[in-house]
């Protein structure tokens, strides 16, 4: 059975789409659908390739019951178009790149995380990364909110009905 695969994507990808994936992964966790799902981040940018996420967001995680410390930043690789079903853009910079680097016949993957989250009002999640701790509690939100809604989305268009079975 093939996993449903996600891939949430930011510019160095320690801050936003490790955070993001972390708190889908610990929806998957409680809600049992881990093993349905293959999850992952990355960058759009090689900046922090194998580094750990931003120690302030491993700790505003950390504070909401999320581990983020095992993860390691890595780049968009070409067979990540190939690899995932959706691929999740935190802002429109990332969202513009993958769409550069995209096969054409994969670029219906791509989407906003925050299109699962219509009711914040808002298309990007701002990077935290030059800001204080206010910043990394507001990208957990916005994170919490879109993967309830991935996983509803995911629900209603039969996805998970069709690995379940």
């Known amino acids: 059975m093939k996993k449903i695969g996600i891939l949430f994507v930011c510019m160095g990808n320690i801050c936003r789409s490790p955070t993001a994936e972390g708190v889908f992964r610990a929806l998957l966790t409680q809600r049992r659908l881990s093993d349905l799902f293959e999850v992952d981040s990355a ?23 999320i ?9 968009v690789a070409a067979a990540d178009f190939e690899k995932f079903d959706v691929i999740l853009a935190m ?9 550069d680097i995209c096969p054409e016949t994969h670029k219906d993957k791509i989407k906003y995380l925050l299109d699962f989250a ?13 800001g204080g701790a206010y910043g990394f509690e507001r990208v957990l939100d916005m994170a919490e909110a879109a ?3 991935l996983l509803e989305f995911l629900t209603r268009e039969g996805v ?3 690995q379940a079975g």
């Open 67 to 75: 581990e983020l410390k095992h993860l390691r930043a890595r780049k």
């Open 118 to 130: 219509p009711q914040l009002n808002q298309r990007e999640v701002p990077d935290p990364y030059y």
């Open 91 to 99: 802002d429109s910079d990332n969202f513009s790149i993958l769409q």
């Open 147 to 149: 993967a309830e809604g």
């Open 160 to 162: 998970l009905s069709k």
């Open 43 to 65: 960058g759009t940018h090689a900046y922090h390739v194998g580094d750990a996420p931003d120690l302030r967001a491993q700790k505003a995680a950390r504070d909401r019951g």
